[in-house]
Structures are given as C-alpha cells and as structure tokens.
C-alpha cells in the first residue's frame, strides 16, 4: 500500500454498488435511458462481487511466509486463479449501458488490475516478505535486497492481526515499495508545505493543458482539431500550424494525465502529515503508526523533461503503478518462451521489453471495448476497430530496442537524447490521443471550458469533475 490512493480499489466497488444506473436490467434500452433496478438484480450483483473479493483476498493470503511450504497452499492459489480472471474479464461487459455521455471507463481498468492481481497470485512461486523504509545518509530509502536477507531481518508473526494486516497491504500494493519485490526507490522526502505547493503547482499546470485539450473537441463530428484553440487565440494559420498544434495537443494530453494522477495520489497523503505525529503521540503500535508515515509515498512521477531515453522516460519518469504485472504477466512470460526456443540473452531481453509493451498496450484497449460498446458515437469492436491505443504501447518497445543504435547519430547541438525521446514521443502520441480526446471520450468527465466558473479554478480539477 504505497500510496493511500491504491485503497480506492476497494472503495470505489464500494461506490459502484451505492451507484444505481450501472445495475438497471442489462438490456440496452433504444434511447439509452436507465430505468430502477430489481432488488434481485442488486443482490445478486452484491453476492458476486462480494464472493470473488473474498476468493481474491483468501488468494492473496496463501502468499504470506507462513504458507511458504504449504503443497495445499500452492494448489489452492492455482485452482483459485481460473474463475476469478474469468470473472473480472467478464465484468465490465456485464454491467448495464449507461447513456454514454455518462459512461466511466473506470470499471475496465479496474477489472485489468484485478485480473493481473489474479495471475500474478495464481502463478508466483511466493512467499512475498516486508522490507523496511530505511534511513541512508538522511534520505529514506528502499534497497534492493535478497529474500534471505529481508526474512531475516523481519520475522513473520503468525497471529491473525498480522496476517490481515499483511493481506491488506498486499492486496492493495501497486508499487511495491514495502515489499521484496519491488524496486530501489527514495521515499517522500516533502514536507506538509512543499506537498501543498505542489499541488497548487499541479493545479496551475493542469488547468491550461486541460482547457486546450478540451476546447480541440468538436461535439458535431465527434473528433478534434488541435489546431481550434490556437486560432481563437488569434495565431493566424500558416502550413505548419497542424503540425504545431498536434505536438501541443500530445503534450497537452501527457499533461492532463501525469498531474490527474498526482494529485490524486498527493491529495490523501497531505493527511499523513497530521496522522503520523498524532499516531505516534497516542501511543499506536509501531506497525500502525509507520502506515501514516509520509515518507511511505513519494510522488508518482519523476521529471517528465528529462527526456534522456525512451527507457528512462517508462521506466522512471512515468508513474510505475503497473511495472509489477507488466513485468510478471508480460515481460517474463516473453523472455521465458524466447529461452525456450534457444534464443540468445539479447533475444530474450528484446522478447522481455516487447513482451512488456504489448501488455500496457491490452491493459489500455481492453476498457475502452467496454466504455464504448454500442450505442456510442464511434463503437469499439474487434477486428473492425483500429487497436490504435495498443500500437501506441507497442511501438514504444521497439522505439526503446532501437534507440542505442540510433542515440549516438543524433547530433548533441540539437538535442541528442532528448531531441530523439520528444520526437519519438511525438509522433507516435496521436494513435493513444485520438482514442482518449475525441468527444464522448476519457475525458467526458470534465465540464468544457466555457462552463467554469472560479470554483473550477480553485478546486483540483479531479476532485470538481465530480463535485461539480
């Protein structure tokens, strides 16, 4: 549980429950209306989702050291796989047509995330261990270090808080900082005042990249031009300026999407910074109080201008909420069946990188099949839809396989690296921002520009899409 936000995959089942339009009858009515829900209809629905929770968390469990040489242990986790990733693969598709102006593309990502939970708990070997923030030269850190080494310096406690608390916080681990299978990272070093200007500053930056990309929509024809703003702005067209304007609008949409994520993130944790010296005041157990610790959650994403490679900016820059599952589900599997082939070590890396890509790449079309199912301005469907979110993700693997051989040719006086990783970047963005910006689309959330008001300024824009 290294950010407080990763407890939203919980609570917001929780709001899809309360939330009536999504349990009407799951006939699609001809003008899209939604009609009250069967009391049979929403218990059942309770039933299910309540009974594949508790299957996963039973799931999760059986990873703890406890259970490390439990053969049963193992078996149950394996026959436990099967239906719960068919569930989830289902649900999305299951839940009622809402019109789609008021669709939320949440349930299909929310479904992905589970189904890799799932297969990740179904197939690991296990045991998982806690690792400690530690302290080195005054900067809190996770180390990388061995399984043996982090056992040994935690031991496991049998008892039932322990085993709750420790399914928890597996169960809704993203990062993995606390555990022995995530990365070396720094912790949060931020105090409560840096925190609350950086979510002012994430607000300023936001609001106009926000405003751009939704003022590009075109509600007539469904699609956008990039260059709209530009031109009520009074930049007179020239031969460039769609060029222009979609580097903008690529930009732009980069933009909306790390500070949304951010501030989400950063907004619990200002909490913590009240909580941890309350926790420890009051005398709370130690494992208690360092929940509330500040330093558990540092920012989701590095700097975004850094631009050294493609793989840095993926693999630091951007936020790492699925490197776990991409690398688990995806990038092991491909390196696995490249060695069994006979190929080479840098086959395998190469078959590991693409194998990575191509799981981002369903992780982000596989909602939007569901979001927009018919009735919708533009269905989604397979074979006939361009999977052009997917090859957006793809072709990053080859952009990150190729760019040794290419980096060292790009003349450093106009960029090097960085001229290499923005124009790669660039120039393949428009495929994942033609999905997500057109009208009816991702971003359907928001209230268009002429409609906000100084409480749309004040407030942080994902919290007023839904307030407001």
Not at 92 to 98: A, H, M, Q, S
Not at 125 to 132: A, K, Q, V
Not at 432 to 443: E, K, L, N, V
């Amino acid at each position: 549980m290294e950010t407080i936000n990763n407890t939203t995959l919980i609570l917001s089942m929780q709001s899809f429950t309360s939330s009536t339009p999504w349990f009407t009858s799951n006939q699609t009515s001809s003008s899209w209306g939604t009609s009250q829900p069967a009391q049979g209809v929403l218990t059942r629905w309770l039933f299910e989702k309540v009974l594949f929770l508790s299957l996963m968390v039973v799931q999760c469990a059986l990873l703890h050291p406890q259970f490390q040489h439990s053969s049963s242990a193992r078996l149950s986790r394996l026959s436990l796989g099967p239906p719960i990733i068919g569930w989830w693969l289902c649900y999305p598709f299951r839940l009622p047509l809402l019109p789609f102006q008021d669709r939320n593309i949440f349930p299909g990502f929310l479904a992905a995330i589970m189904v890799f939970k799932s297969l990740e708990w179904t197939f690991s070997p296990g045991p998982y261990h806690i690792r400690t923030l530690k302290i080195v030269d005054g900067t809190p850190v996770w180390e990388k270090e061995s399984t043996t080494k982090i056992s040994s310096e935690n031991s496991q406690s049998n008892n039932l808080a322990d085993l709750a608390l420790w399914t928890t916080l597996q169960f809704t681990s993203q990062r993995g900082f606390r555990w022995s299978w995530g990365p070396a990272a720094k912790g949060n070093e931020n105090s409560f005042l840096q925190a609350l200007l950086e979510i002012v500053r994430l607000q300023l930056v936001l609001l106009p990249c926000l405003g751009f990309v939704l003022y590009s929509q075109d509600w007539d024809s469904y699609d956008f031009d990039p260059r709209k703003p530009l031109l009520s702005l009074g930049v007179p067209s020239f031969r460039g300026l769609g060029l222009l304007a979609g580097g903008i609008h690529s930009a732009c949409t980069m933009f909306v999407i790390s500070c949304s994520i951010e501030m989400i993130s950063a907004l619990p944790v200002l909490s913590t910074y009240l909580l941890y010296p309350a926790a420890k005041r009051i005398g709370l157990p130690s494992k208690l109080v360092e929940l509330a610790n500040p330093a558990n959650f540092p920012p989701q994403f590095g700097s975004l201008f850094e631009l050294s490679s493609l793989a840095h900016f993926w693999g630091k820059s951007w936020h790492q909420k699925f490197r776990r599952p991409f690398l688990f589900c995806g990038g092991k599997p491909a390196m696995s069946i490249a060695r069994a082939l006979g190929g080479s070590a840098n086959v395998q890396k190469i078959s590991g990188v693409m194998g990575v890509f191509a799981l981002s790449g369903l992780f982000h079309e596989y909602p939007m099949y569901a979001f927009q199912r018919a009735p919708h301005p533009y269905p989604r469907a397979l074979f006939e839809t361009l999977p052009a979110s997917f090859l957006f993700f793809f072709l990053q693997s080859f952009g990150v396989i190729l760019e040794p051989l290419i980096i060292p040719y790009v003349p450093r006086r106009l960029g090097g690296a960085k001229l290499w990783t923005a124009a790669f970047l660039l120039l393949t963005a428009p495929l994942f921002t033609r999905d997500i910006c057109r009208p009816a689309g991702m971003f359907n959330q928001y209230r268009p520009p002429h409609l906000w008001t100084w409480l749309d300024i004040l407030i942080p824009a994902p919290i007023a899409a839904r307030i407001l």
